[in-house]
């Protein structure tokens, strides 16, 4: 191997690209046969929506999903990563129609199969974009079985599900009050409206009784929905109200007459604890109505307006412009009393972020409760597990207080409801294919249901409709259950608990163990990112800025467990410093390597130096292999991050220059044949991190067909692991950073060699393995020679350092100008002590201690310790070197 064959300047835009596509070429993204008797590690990964871009969200859940991947993969287990994209209902369908109105066209103009045709055309050209987004990041999915949610097989499960729910009776139609988006058209389920917080008001009306004077007074922070309500409800229990129950009063605007009930439901401290009862527009008046037996009545049309059941002059007035005009007209009638600012929580749509409207319609749902009764006792037999475990609580709540699901949605674009409704006897037909005729009276004036079902119908699928299901396919049987899901805590409720209700209910099992919840990616100010604020990141910036590798290794070094991670632009820059630190070091190994022929590691003869960094190689993959089975990416990160920068590049490499520039060419051999040995299974040990910058240095290594991401993960080698070398090894390391620190005390160049007097007693245990490595701390401390000795040497100008067991004297006199250096340093501790004083004076200020912030004051203790214990420092400094 020629010195020029590696670039001076890591550069990864020049082999990323290239690496990817021998992956590709190799297939090595597809699952091995893998060693016998190992189980295969799978993941689905959470489809992303085809019409988005990948955020930064996006970004660290794709990495730490291909960095367990690539890790499972290199223990030799048949390991297999899902691809795979959602067609995302309204989110689709709102970018075709916004598309449309650009073109000066609406849906309704193209007509239905035309626009599902348009919406075709836009998933394929979206998806095209993410699909080059993921292999940008190093995705290492197998491409080859990637699904959409909407393709054929995707669909036949649907089906296969809706209509097995429908035959044991967990799937209903009725008309009930559902969340409607006014905007989108459709309903949405409960879990699919964020609510806010927001200013309103409180008004407050009289509605006059009809027998006789006076009337009874009602407060609401909607007063359009008056024209809908059917009855005024009291606590049962109000003193204030008994005698009102049974009477009747005069609807204020509508010439209607409505009930005074008592209902248990009503919270007599707010308002004025009599509360007008509508319906059709709220949901627990609509438990009311259940109750009581009340009518139910829709004042809105799908768009949000005031229909025909309302007085004509409020008719098509949107919701805002008739509150006004109703809030005017009981002011004009005299049924106005007052009003007050009231902040309350208003529904939005998690998509278009409309307000929505509870709205009565006929709608499709599942019963939910048997479902989720099965995923919690799963859960309780621990059959997932959450990490970290707090989200748990999430799981069970939800479950514990489920509500039954609106699986119907008023749009074009997505799985159409499989049900059929006859023209001539009005029969409903439920089935796994398209009928021809009715079953009931065999007429062929069929039609089918107009909506579709919920984005999530398809999604809560997902880990075996992507295998194959229903039909029994050999990957279905080799690879369900799946192993592990990465995701956030936001659809936790969403779609890991459905997806755990519907495996439970098709397929007799969960659908995965264990289950990855990421932390939120956030700028360094801590707020989330968004559009709004302008401090989103886009992720293929970050890769041509930095590189993949550098991305993946930043992202999985800051990803505590539980933890949200707070980065800018600049944050990448760790990852781009370790990635250069693993070009620069592997480029000094190759350029050294020459054309040394390669010696297999049992027959090079290993030195004490060579037994230590090889436990310590072994004690690294021991690290990481824990870290990666609990999820903690960060310990993980760090351990391969302190192994090669620190013990490998800092300390060995180092080291290891002694023999390299020997003049015994056997010698150099064995250290370059140990070196290049110990790079390959560096390069191993960082790929799951690093991944393009190790499959380059390896195949540099090895040939250029040779693929590093299959080989196998390094293990322990408890054979390696020398306790009494290690420690021996730690003890030379102090010493050396020890002489180190002096010197940058002292401010001495590295060509300044200064003589050093190590002291320890004979019995010191360390003592043979520092005697035959004294050399080496000459090398590595910049001295010009060492002596070892039993007592405190006697010589002047030796400045000490001392240690545990041990105290190396730097004879530095010789390498100062004393008199300059003693005054640099008086100066300085004068400093120190005004600044000591100024602390402690403020730590014995009573007013300081009992008005500051615990946190504060201990900073300032922290201040205090650090200025007095330089000060100290800087004098016995001067001492020795006044003597």
């Not at 499972?72 to 899902?82: D, E, H, N, Y």
């Not at 007063?223 to 309500?229: A, F, R, S, V």
Request: charged share 30%; aromatic share 10%; hydrophobic share 35%.
């Amino acid at each position: 191997m020629k010195s020029d064959t590696m670039p001076k300047t890591y550069n990864p835009k020049d082999f990323e690209d290239r690496i990817y596509q021998f992956w590709l070429r190799g297939g090595y993204f597809q699952p091995s046969d893998g060693e016998e008797g190992k189980q295969p590690f799978v993941i689905v990964i959470p489809p992303p929506n085809v019409t988005g871009v990948l955020h930064m969200g996006h970004g660290l859940n794709n990495i730490l999903q291909d960095t367990i991947i690539r890790f499972q993969r290199m223990l030799k287990k048949p390991t297999l990563w899902l691809p795979g994209t959602d067609h995302a209902g309204i989110a689709t369908q709102n970018v075709v129609e916004r598309r449309l109105k650009a073109r000066g066209l609406s849906r309704t103009q193209l007509g239905r199969e035309a626009f599902i045709e348009e919406t075709w055309k836009v998933k394929h050209e979206h998806h095209t974009v993410i699909t080059r987004q993921l292999q940008k990041l190093g995705a290492s999915c197998d491409w080859d079985r990637e699904r959409f949610t909407l393709d054929e097989g995707c669909s036949r499960a649907v089906r296969e599900v809706f209509v097995g729910l429908y035959e044991r009776g967990l799937i209903y139609r009725g008309n009930y009050l559902v969340n409607w988006c006014p905007s989108c058209g459709t309903a949405l389920s409960d879990d699919e409206v964020d609510h806010e917080e927001v200013q309103g008001a409180l008004y407050h009306f009289r509605y006059p009784f009809t027998d006789g004077d006076g009337g009874i007074e009602i407060a609401t922070t909607r007063p359009e929905t008056l024209l809908g309500d059917t009855a005024v409800a009291v606590h049962p229990e109000d003193e204030r109200y008994k005698a009102l129950v049974g009477r009747q009063v005069h609807l204020p605007l509508t010439g209607r007459i409505i009930p005074i009930i008592a209902d248990s439901y009503v919270d007599r401290e707010f308002g004025t604890g009599a509360v007008k009862i509508t319906p059709g527009h709220d949901s627990n008046d609509w438990a009311v109505a259940e109750r009581h037996g009340l009518e139910k009545i829709n004042i809105l049309t799908p768009e949000g307006n005031l229909n025909d059941r309302v007085p004509e002059v409020y008719q098509n007035l949107d919701v805002l412009t008739a509150r006004k005009r109703v809030v005017e007209d009981m002011k004009a009638g005299g049924w106005y009393l007052r009003e007050e600012k009231h902040v309350h929580q208003i529904g939005h749509c998690y998509r278009c972020h409309s307000r929505i409207e509870p709205y009565m319609s006929e709608q499709w749902f599942v019963r939910m409760k048997p479902l989720a009764d099965k995923a919690l006792a799963a859960w309780e037999r621990d059959e997932v597990e959450f990490f970290p475990r707090k989200w748990e609580n999430t799981y069970t709540h939800w479950l514990k207080n489920i509500r039954d699901w609106c699986i119907s949605r008023q749009l074009w674009w997505g799985h159409r409801i499989p049900v059929w409704y006859c023209d001539d006897c009005g029969a409903m037909t439920v089935r796994r294919d398209d009928p021809e005729v009715c079953e009931a009276c065999g007429s062929s004036r069929i039609r089918q249901d107009e909506d579709v079902l919920d984005t999530w119908f398809s999604s809560w699928l997902w880990p075996f409709s992507t295998l194959g299901w229903p039909d029994k396919t050999e990957d279905l049987k080799r690879f369900f259950p799946t192993s592990t899901l990465v995701t956030g805590y936001d659809i936790i409720f969403f779609w890991v608990a459905r997806m755990i209700m519907a495996s439970l209910e098709f397929m007799g099992q969960v659908p995965f163990h264990d289950i990855y919840i990421t932390g939120l990616v956030r700028d360094k100010q801590g707020r989330k990112m968004s559009k709004s604020l302008g401090n989103g990141m886009d992720p293929l910036e970050v890769v041509d800025s930095y590189g993949a590798d550098a991305m993946k290794f930043t992202l999985t070094f800051m990803s505590a467990q539980g933890q949200d991670i707070l980065i800018d632009m600049d944050s990448f820059k760790l990852g781009s410093r370790f990635a250069n630190k693993v070009w620069n070091a592997s480029r000094y190994i190759l350029m050294n390597r020459g054309d040394s022929k390669p010696i297999p590691l049992e027959k090079i003869e290993k030195t004490k130096l060579d037994t230590w960094i090889l436990g310590r190689l072994s004690r690294a993959a021991e690290e990481v292999r824990k870290a990666m089975e609990s999820y903690r990416f960060n310990d993980a990160s760090t351990a391969v991050y302190d192994f090669f920068w620190n013990d490998f590049c800092d300390w060995y490499i180092e080291a290891s220059k002694m023999s390299l520039y020997s003049q015994d060419p056997s010698e150099k051999d064995r250290a370059v044949a140990m070196l290049t040995h110990l790079l390959s299974e560096s390069c191993k040990l960082l790929h799951p991190f690093l991944s393009f910058i190790t499959e380059e240095i390896y195949s540099l290594l090895h040939g250029p067909e040779v693929c590093c991401m299959v080989q196998e993960y390094p293990s322990r080698q408890p054979s390696y692991e020398d306790e009494a070398i290690d420690s021996a090894f730690k003890t030379l390391q102090d010493i050396v950073r020890g002489i180190r620190t002096l010197r940058s005390e002292f401010t001495l160049p590295p060509e300044k060699k200064v003589p050093v007097i190590l002291v320890w007693s004979h019995d010191f245990s360390a003592d043979g393995f520092l005697r035959e490595q004294l050399p080496l701390i000459r090398q590595l401390a910049g001295l010009s020679e060492g002596d070892i000795r039993n007592n405190r040497p006697t010589e002047k100008g030796y400045m000490p350092v001392p240690g545990t067991g041990w105290e190396a004297y730097v004879g530095i006199r010789e390498a100062l100008d004393l008199e300059a250096e003693r005054l640099r340093m008086t100066r300085e501790a004068e400093k120190m002590r005004k600044l000591a004083d100024t602390s402690g004076k403020k730590l014995s200020n009573q007013g300081f201690l009992a008005g500051a912030p615990e946190d504060v004051v201990a900073k300032e203790k922290e201040k205090l310790a650090e200025f007095e214990e330089r000060y100290n420092k800087l004098q016995r400094y001067i001492k020795e070197l006044g003597e």
